[in-house]
């Protein structure tokens, strides 16, 4: 696993502004190189900021939107076009003003699908998408993605992945249920840390104060149980973004002099 680099922007929006294109770059390489690129998004403030920066990003449509695959990391369980899912505030930032093949992409199954309530069934028809999508040369039952982005939160939770909840154990499954998640909603579909762990590229992104004590404990040394932000890691690279407040509390040792 890839040791964590860290790349500290002044404040919130220019630390999605640069992500953004950071995006961009990542993801046309990916297209010249492989033919199509695979990304997997996040949900929150900052997740959906990066999102915002990139729909209105000059550069934007260097990416070829129908060759993009796009999956998520987490996804609150609620109906179909619930304004609290991950994927309706992704559409509404970014998604639903791009040239997407709607058959690339995987939104996570919703609570009013064929699952009902079973959130465990939902929870294994998503890993069954994803064992699908992998190829031969994929690790395992997910396919390879170029970029997985989480956003980082206060209690170090990424995905939803919680400290010392259950799906942060998961050593075996690709996609867990989650109930009783301390961040609202309480039931959830996550992907778990082996999951993660098989993307090229994992990204963590904390901006604002209350990202601080976060980050810093999660960079830190704390175990991924207690902190599951720290046991986020790409195959490649794990990239934390942030801005200034979130790294107000890093250690000096860890915290580059400020990058713009
Ligand atoms: O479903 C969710 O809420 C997200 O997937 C969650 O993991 C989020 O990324 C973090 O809680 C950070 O959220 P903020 O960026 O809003 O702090």
Redesign the pocket.
């Known amino acids: 696993m890839s040791t964590p680099q860290l790349v500290v922007h002044h404040d919130k929006e220019l630390m999605a502004q640069a992500a953004a294109a950071r995006l961009i770059t990542k993801i046309v390489d990916a297209q010249a190189s492989r033919g199509s690129a695979s990304v997997v998004l996040?949900?929150?403030?900052?997740?959906?900021?990066l999102l915002a920066a990139l729909a209105a990003a000059p550069a934007r449509d260097a990416i070829d939107w129908g060759r993009l695959e796009l999956w998520w990391?987490?996804?609150?369980y609620l109906p179909e076009g619930d304004p609290e899912r991950?994927d309706t505030q992704a559409r509404e930032a970014l998604l639903d003003a791009v040239p997407l093949d709607p058959k690339r992409v995987h939104a996570m199954p919703a609570s009013d699908g064929p699952h009902g309530d079973d959130v465990e069934a939902a929870a294994a028809a998503y890993a069954e998408e994803l064992a699908r999508a992998a190829g031969p040369e994929n690790h395992g039952a997910v396919p390879t993605f170029d970029v997985l982005m989480?956003?980082?939160?206060?209690d170090t939770?990424?995905?939803?992945l919680f400290p010392e909840l259950p799906a942060v154990r998961e050593t075996e499954r690709t996609v867990v249920g989650v109930h009783g998640a301390p961040?609202p909603p309480p039931t959830?579909v996550s992907l778990t840390l082996p999951a993660i762990r098989a993307a090229r590229e994992v990204w963590l992104?904390?901006?604002?104060e209350?990202?601080a004590q976060a980050a810093a404990i999660a960079l830190s040394g704390a175990g991924e149980i207690q902190a599951p932000a720290a046991g986020a890691r790409g195959r490649a690279r794990t990239l934390w973004l942030l801005d200034s407040a979130a790294a107000s509390q890093l250690p000096r040792s860890l915290y580059p002099p400020a990058s713009s």
């Open positions: 996040t949900g929150g403030r900052n997740g959906n900021g990391g987490d996804e609150r991950n989480l956003g980082v939160g206060p939770h990424v995905a939803s961040k959830r992104l904390a901006a604002g209350d990202k």
